[in-house]
């Protein structure tokens, strides 16, 4: 069975893809995104966002530039690679699978 921090690093390694999948975004962006669309109950602190940021560049499943955020400042824009896309598909459907499970056992 995963450890807690596995299954953690996991899925916000999961939520990061799916994130950049509408297209780049700053690490900033990514965070706030991920807290508006999880309706402020998932909240990613800088401490967690951006060593997952690089070990998915690392890994080659995500790519950055720099350039100018919206208030004119130089960001690091991340984007999907192919890799990325494919990963998050895999992702995706390994989630739904284990997220099943849970549910089957919570209502039983």
Do not use: C
């Not at 990613?44 to 790519?63: D, F």
């Not at 350039?67 to 999907?80: P, T, V, W």
């Amino acid at each position: 069975m995963a450890s807690k921090s596995d299954l953690l690093q996991g899925t916000l390694d999961l939520l990061i893809l799916k994130t950049l999948a509408g297209g780049p975004m700053h690490g900033w962006g990514v965070s706030q995104k991920i807290q508006i669309l999880s309706e402020d109950i998932l909240q990613v602190n800088q401490g967690s966002l951006y060593p997952g940021l690089h070990r998915l560049e690392q890994q080659g499943l995500i790519a950055a530039e720099w350039g100018a955020s919206e208030n004119n400042r130089q960001a690091k824009f991340y984007e999907l690679t192919r890799a990325g896309r494919k990963q998050l598909a895999d992702e995706t459907r390994n989630w739904e699978r284990i997220a099943g499970a849970v549910a089957r056992i919570l209502n039983a």
